[in-house]
């Protein structure tokens, strides 16, 4: 069975310049999480997505970060202007039911440089 | 104050040995536990589950305490793969029922030869 597929890997940017990452999750699979990961600190929940809806999306900078989901399958994450702390590893996960209630299935994530 | 705090580490232990390390949670409506395992520059993936009456698999074992709040994993006869970061993961249920898993920061564990 495949598994959650990101895109791009590695991404190095200048501050002020935009950037989307894509990721498309294990097939059957309906919620969908995208997650920032610091150096050094857990992942942190940007937003989840149930098929094309979304349930929490409380700590996403909204100013800069926007996420998408069309029909309820792949979905794009994108910052507008990039600043130097948004340097992180951005993570897709996408489980079959809703979060607590099983295992949580994570991409290889994508490594966004900030200059 | 953190929703979810574990010590950071690194704990360094000899191969065969035993180590344990708790994960404390702040909200008390949290309902569901796990413990993920991530290896360096790589994704979390699930270890386990932590069950009310604590659960066991093969060298690990997890146990929960709600009147302290805190999880805990115990890793027995440690191997040098055991070598990791073990992230401890809470569903903090809101106001709606869909919940939200919250991660800590982390606990390293070297295992050394």
């Known amino acids: 069975e495949a598994g959650v597929a990101q895109s791009p890997r590695y991404k190095i940017i200048e501050k002020r310049q935009s950037v989307a990452f894509w990721c498309n999750p294990i097939?059957?699979?309906?919620?969908l999480y995208w997650y920032q990961q610091i150096l050094g600190q857990g992942p942190k929940l940007l937003i989840q997505?149930?098929?094309?809806?979304?349930?929490?999306d409380s700590q996403l900078p909204k100013d800069r970060f926007s996420a998408e989901r069309l029909k309820g399958v792949d979905s794009t994450l994108k910052i507008q202007p990039a600043k130097l702390e948004d340097s992180a590893v951005y993570l897709c996960?996408?489980?079959?039911?809703?979060?607590?209630?099983?295992?949580?299935?994570f991409g290889e994530g994508s490594r966004l440089t900030v200059l | 104050r953190k929703e979810v705090e574990q010590d950071p580490g690194p704990f360094n232990v000899p191969e065969g040995a035993t180590v344990a390390f708790n994960c404390t949670y702040s909200n008390s409506a949290s309902q569901s536990f796990f413990w993920y395992r991530q290896d360096c520059r790589k994704e979390p993936k699930l270890l386990m589950s932590?069950?009310?009456s604590g659960n066991e698999d093969g060298r690990f074992t997890a146990q929960l305490n709600r009147a302290s709040q805190y999880i805990s994993l115990l890793i027995r006869d440690s191997k040098l793969s055991d070598s990791a970061t073990y992230l401890c993961?809470?569903?903090?249920?809101?106001?709606?029922?869909?919940?939200?898993?919250?991660f800590g920061a982390g606990t390293q564990v070297v295992v050394t030869p």
């Open positions: 097939s059957g699979h309906a919620t």
């Open positions: 997505f149930q098929n094309n809806g979304v349930v929490d």
């Open positions: 993961v809470v569903n903090s249920r809101g106001t709606d029922s869909w919940g939200k898993l919250q």
């Open positions: 932590v069950y009310s």
């Open positions: 996960a996408s489980s079959p039911a809703r979060a607590g209630a099983g295992e949580l299935f």
